[in-house]
């Protein structure tokens, strides 16, 4: 009888020091993974939101929400599409929130982040515009031409249809268009709906 519970006692330590090898591995491939996807991740909150700090709040959460489903992305090549989705989608839950509504008023400037694909007051002027667009057509506008995704994994992020997808960029490019025409600073730096023309 002894020897049977020192056999099963041995059986659960060896299940345990397996079940931490396991964990372990686990957690050492989602920190590489996270360590080579944050500094994107937040350049897409970063656009997304508007400021750096709630920028970094997506981030941190969305990796929270990541790191609690990674034992259930069977397929680790889909990660990347799961992972804007979780982002996309706290963005749009956390501007649900009634408290997030409130303005805060701070000391200091948030920095602004610059883009070097143009001349920066180009840039500026444009991206004052993107933030201006309704939550939806800006996180379009954001995915397919800041981080070049198809319309078609735009879809799959904000699990819409991609006919969504181009009525949302198309009333965005509109909207983007009539603002545009007659600003001194700009001449499309980005191509901005280009394509659809």
């Known amino acids: 009888m002894v020897r049977g519970m020192e056999l099963a ?3 659960r330590a060896g299940e345990g020091t397996a079940m931490a090898e ?3 591995e686990r957690d050492e491939e989602f920190a590489a993974y996270m ?18 700090h709630t920028a970094e709040d997506l981030v941190q959460t969305t990796f929270a929400k990541l790191y609690l489903s990674w ?4 397929r680790r090549e889909v990660v990347d599409g799961y992972v804007r989705r979780i982002l ?16 805060v008023s701070t000391e200091a400037l948030p920095e602004q982040q610059r883009h070097d694909r143009t001349d920066e007051g180009e840039a ?26 198809s ?26 268009r009539a603002r545009v025409g007659d600003h001194p600073r700009i001449s499309n730096p980005y191509g901005f709906g280009e394509e659809e023309r």
């Open 9 to 11: 006692i041995g059986t």
């Open 22 to 24: 396991q964990r372990r």
């Open 35 to 52: 360590a080579a996807r944050q500094p994107s991740l937040l350049r897409t909150a970063y656009l997304l939101a508007g400021d750096r």
């Open 71 to 74: 034992d259930k992305v069977q």
């Open 88 to 103: 996309v989608n706290e963005h749009t839950s956390m501007w649900r929130r009634p408290w997030k509504r409130r303005e």
């Open 124 to 149: 500026s002027a444009v991206w004052e515009f993107v933030q201006t667009l309704p939550r939806k057509q800006r996180a379009v506008i954001v995915l397919r031409y800041y981080e070049d995704l």
């Open 151 to 176: 319309e078609a994994e735009i879809a799959d992020v904000l699990g819409v249809s991609v006919g969504t997808v181009k009525s949302q960029a198309s009333r965005a490019l509109a909207a983007m």
